[in-house]
Structure formats: C-alpha cells, structure tokens
C-alpha cells in the first residue's frame, strides 16, 4: 500500500491564481481530510468528507472548496490564492471500522504552498 | 471549549538522557487520546492512541500515560536517540464520529543534541 499521497511537494502561486492540491489513499478509508498547519498553531481541519459523495466544512473553510467523487481521491481547491494560504497542508484518510475502540488516522507527505 | 494544551513549547535534551512531554485537555465526551510525531517536513505519523480504560502504553522507547479523571497525558521518551528530534502532538478525540471532533495540539518540538 501507498498509504496516503499529495501532489505536488511544494507549489508557489501569485495571488488569484488557483490551483488544486492532489490527495489519493488507496487503503478503501471513508474518511479523509484536508488540514493546514501554520507555525505556533496546531492542525486545522479545512473539509472533510465521510465517504464518495460527502463532504462537509471543517474549523477554516473559507477560499476552498473539495469534492469526493471516488472513494480514493479527494481534491482541494484554491479558487483564488492569497497570501493568508500559504501553509503547509495534509490529507488524511481513516477507516469508519473501529479497532479496539478507535481508528487511527493517516496523514499524507504534505505540500507546501506559498502565495505571493 | 474543547481544548488541548502541550508543554514544553520546546525542549532541547542530550542524547541518551530520558524526556517526558505533557498534554492537558478539557474535551469533552471524552473518545481517546492519540501522540503522534512529526519529523521536519514529513507528515504526522501515530505513535500509540488510548481509550479512557487504559493508563498506560507503551511502543517501543515511546510510554504513554492517560489520567482521565485529571484530563491528563505524558509521552515520556526513554534513552533518547537523535533520530528522537521532532514534533510531538497531542490528539483528542471527543466522541461523535465526525472528522471535526478531532481537537490537535500545538506540539512539543523536541531537539536531541550529541
């Protein structure tokens, strides 16, 4: 297994530009998320989704927008960059199978983005 | 609020020599509680997650500890190695199944020196 995987690495952007931050897993998990961390803060949940077809917001939605059209991929957009972006982001994935009591959660590489 | 607090900020310790990290919450229903550690521009990755019966876990150099009467936790980190050096983050998952009942930490950035 891959795990989970984000495209590209690392991307610089101008401001209103936009673009979209790649996130596949390929171990069959109904959930997946997108987070942001920022220095001096922890993990902000920006969407998550529950499976194909759902999504919800999370703590910091503004400027961008998900879908989850197959179970293995799940896709951020930045409808139009601004400097506030530039972050460093994280998919996620879980199954909604609980072991022992929970589900442990699997993070992606991360891209960093900056906006200009 | 549902909150999650770890200290140190930073910590900087010599190789060999044992570290003990701490978490305090105030989340509440309760689910579990999860380290993780994150290497310099990698992902987090899972070191040992605990429900509200177990007060202790341990994986490899990595003992956990959970109070939940006292809403606390430990990470402690026996006969540090240089690889040690990362970020260490406090998880609490509040009970409801959504994604966004995940409260993250700020972390603690551990440097093991030679």
């Known amino acids: 297994n891959a795990g989970v995987t984000q495209t590209p690495k690392f991307q610089v952007l101008k401001t209103g530009q936009s673009m979209t931050l790649q996130c596949a897993q390929d171990m069959n998990h109904e959930y997946m998320s997108w987070y942001r961390q920022d220095p001096g803060m922890g993990l902000r949940l920006i969407h998550y989704?529950?499976?194909?077809?759902?999504?919800d917001q999370g703590e910091v939605p503004n400027g961008y927008n998900v879908s989850r059209s197959t179970t293995e991929d799940f896709p951020l957009r930045l409808l139009s960059a601004a400097p506030s972006q530039t972050s460093v982001y994280f998919c996620?994935?879980?199954?909604?199978?609980?072991?022992?009591?929970?589900?442990?959660?699997?993070f992606g590489p991360g891209t960093r983005l900056t906006v200009l | 609020k549902n909150q999650v607090e770890q200290s140190p900020q930073s910590l900087i310790i010599l190789e060999g020599k044992n570290c003990t990290l701490q978490?305090?919450?105030?989340?509440?229903?309760?689910?579990?509680l999860r380290w993780y550690k994150q290497d310099t521009g990698r992902g987090p990755v899972s070191l040992t997650i605990?429900?509200?019966?177990?007060n202790t876990k341990s994986n490899r150099r990595y003992t956990a500890t959970l109070d939940a009467d006292t809403k606390q936790s430990s990470l402690h980190i026996t006969a540090s190695q240089l690889s040690d050096s990362a970020s260490y983050i406090c998880?609490?998952?509040?009970?409801?199944?959504?994604?966004?009942?995940?409260?993250f930490g700020k972390g603690t950035k551990l440097s093991v020196k030679p």
């Open positions: 605990m429900t509200f019966s177990e």
């Open positions: 998880v609490v998952s509040a009970h409801g199944g959504s994604q966004g009942n995940l409260i």
């Open positions: 978490c305090n919450y105030t989340v509440s229903p309760f689910s579990n």
């Open positions: 996620a994935s879980r199954s909604n199978r609980r072991r022992g009591g929970y589900n442990e959660q699997f």
């Open positions: 989704s529950v499976g194909a077809g759902i999504t």
